[in-house]
């Protein structure tokens, strides 16, 4: 007898199983931006450093997510979505246990093995779901990401306001919990005999390289920019991406397969992947903090930090629908430019206006459009260009790449505040950089559209 969530009356329980997953491991993996002053003050430590509670399970996203691709692409698909949920639930209790800023840091890293699992739930859905039903169930997984990460700071600053870190950690894994029963029961096994090798070596080449360039990044600041420390660290991980690529061009079994993702219709998503990530974790994390900042800020509470991100998740999941609509009237092509264009506006918006709450709630609400627009088409744009049977893996490197764009944006959004002396001015002149490098992203994804399918 068939698993119920293969059958076609069972699609509707496995989408929303999946949509859970992908929804709630970003609610989980989102317990870090709106309590990063909160986490500063009870631990007593700088702001840059409490950022590691986001920059930590974001880096953790990045360096697993193609390993978990690869051990999902075959018959382990199964048991790696519901060992992963194990990992996100137990590391929200290490983290919801005061023992101290370095224990939270180890839970708030399990936790983001969540977020590696989205290329998975994508894999399900196309292999399970009816042709008809695909593109607006991979739009709608893709965008529950963002969407999740703004339903989660509300959430999490209430509770944090009323009833401590602890508690909203402890929440998270309730959350994770319920999730990996629903998974437990619907999600069926895979129906590919054929299991993938994982590149361990390639793994850890990428794994070195990443933590490298994103330490540099994260500690500039309070090491200094010039340090050898920090230029060594920097160097040295740029070193070892590239000795990863170089390994993988010539690995027979790579993780990822560098050609497949470099190839038209493929290379623009990914590339917007990156720089929609540096944009999304900018705009939100800056918000976060200027909004809490009693100096140069607006000087709230922790719930209406929070509070001002509503507006961004849910024009996000309405820009997902505009994207859908654009891609049938215009052409597919056309949404990743208008995505870019709509986000810079909110990222140029909020640094010439942002003197009261309500401007700050407009160009949230702007910029959770433009995240949907980009955000969900992503995934829609590759899968027709990549064999079935590389689903997960080519998904899961554009996810990196979202992920990576996710810890630039996280750690270098403070560090620019500081390098541009700070305050208000810091805050207008890192908003203006990280709009032009996205403005740049959005011309080369442009560039690297073939003419013909524009």
Not at 340 to 358: D, E, K, M, P, R
Not at 425 to 436: D, E, N, R
Request: net charge positive; hydrophobic share 55%.
């Amino acid at each position: 007898m068939a698993p119920e969530a293969t059958r076609p009356q069972g699609h509707g329980i496995l989408l929303f199983t999946l949509g859970l997953l992908t929804t709630i491991t970003a609610i989980v993996s989102s317990l870090g931006a709106p309590l990063i002053p909160a986490i500063a003050d009870d631990f007593d430590i700088a702001i840059t450093q409490a950022q590691w509670a986001l920059t930590a399970t974001l880096l953790t996203a990045a360096v697993a997510t193609p390993i978990i691709g690869r051990l999902g692409a075959g018959p382990l698909r199964r048991p790696t979505i519901l060992t992963g949920l194990v990992i996100v639930t137990l590391g929200s209790i290490l983290s919801a246990v005061e023992f101290g800023f370095v224990l939270m840091v180890v839970g708030r890293t399990m936790q983001g093995v969540g977020l590696a699992l989205v290329p998975l739930a994508l894999a399900v859905a196309r292999e399970v779901l009816p042709a008809s039903r695909l593109p607006s169930a991979v739009s709608m997984l893709s965008v529950a990401v963002v969407a999740g990460a703004g339903l989660g700071y509300p959430l999490t600053a209430t509770v944090a306001q009323y009833l401590g870190v602890s508690v909203a950690y402890a929440i998270g894994a309730a959350l994770s919990a319920f999730t990996l029963v629903m998974a437990v029961r619907f999600i069926p096994a895979s129906t590919s005999a054929t299991r993938m090798r994982v590149d361990w070596w390639g793994a850890l080449l990428l794994s070195l390289g990443m933590v490298g360039v994103l330490l540099a990044v994260s500690q500039g600041d309070h090491w200094g920019w010039g340090s050898a420390l920090t230029i060594g660290l920097a160097a040295t991980g740029v070193l070892f991406v590239l000795v990863f690529v170089v390994w993988t061009l010539r690995s027979s079994n790579p993780l990822v397969d560098l050609r497949l993702s470099a190839r038209p219709g493929v290379a623009a998503p990914n590339l917007i992947a990156f720089g929609a990530g540096l944009a999304m974790y900018t705009l939100l994390t800056l918000t976060i903090v200027m909004v809490q900042n009693d100096e140069w800020g607006l000087g709230r509470s922790i719930i209406m930090a929070g509070l001002t991100l509503l507006p961004y998740s849910i024009m996000s999941v309405t820009g997902s629908r505009f994207a859908l609509a654009a891609a049938r009237r215009l052409g597919p092509r056309i949404i990743l430019p208008i995505g870019c264009a709509v986000f810079i506006c909110s990222t140029v918006g909020l640094a010439l206006a942002h003197s009261n709450i309500v401007w700050v709630l407009i160009w949230t609400g702007v910029g959770g459009l433009g995240s949907g627009f980009t955000f969900s088409s992503l995934a829609v744009l590759i899968v027709p260009h990549i064999p079935q049977e590389e689903t997960g893996s080519a998904i899961a490197f554009n996810t990196v790449l979202r992920y990576l764009g996710f810890c630039v944006g996280s750690a270098a959004s403070v560090a620019l505040v500081a390098v541009y002396g700070g305050g208000d001015h810091g805050f207008v002149m890192t908003l203006l950089t990280m709009s032009s490098v996205f403005a740049l992203t959005g011309v080369g994804a442009w560039i690297l559209t073939p003419r013909e399918v524009r």
